[in-house]
Nanobody, 113 residues
Framework: QVQLVESGGGLVQAGGSLRLSCAASGIAFSIADMAWYRQAPGKQRELVCSITRSRHTNCANSLEGRFTISRDNARNTVYLQMNSLKPEDTAVYYC???????WGQGTQVTVSS
């Protein structure tokens, strides 16, 4: 059974940092391409960052380099380091096994101004 479990969300002031984690089970994690998405209230879900099995990363240009995605195959975990957070980063953040319908339950990130 595939499970993706996010953690690390919370309330932070603008300019602060958070690191999200997504622990995966039930998949061959080391060969899985993974991603983080987010969905703000009233908006569509959007891709934040992705990382391939070979650790090639890609993040949305709109983030201006503030976010970094990484993975630890020994822990079956993918991370999202978020720096210089802005109120517009407020959203539910979801972990996804790319090109599948497997999603985590989401973790809320709220950035106060």
């Amino acid at each position: 059974q595939v499970q993706l479990v996010e953690s690390g969300g919370g309330l932070v002031q603008a300019g602060g940092s958070l690191r999200l984690s997504c622990a995966a089970s039930g998949i061959a994690f080391s060969i899985a391409d993974m991603a983080w998405y987010r969905q703000a209230p009233g908006k569509q879900r959007e891709l934040v960052c992705s990382i391939t099995r070979s650790r090639h990363t890609n993040c949305a240009n709109s983030l201006e380099g503030r976010f970094t995605i990484s993975r630890d195959n020994a822990r079956n975990t993918v991370y999202l380091q978020m720096n210089s957070l802005k109120p517009e980063d407020t959203a539910v953040y979801y972990c996804n096994w790319l090109r599948t319908d497997y999603w985590g339950q989401g973790t809320q990130v709220t950035v106060s101004s």
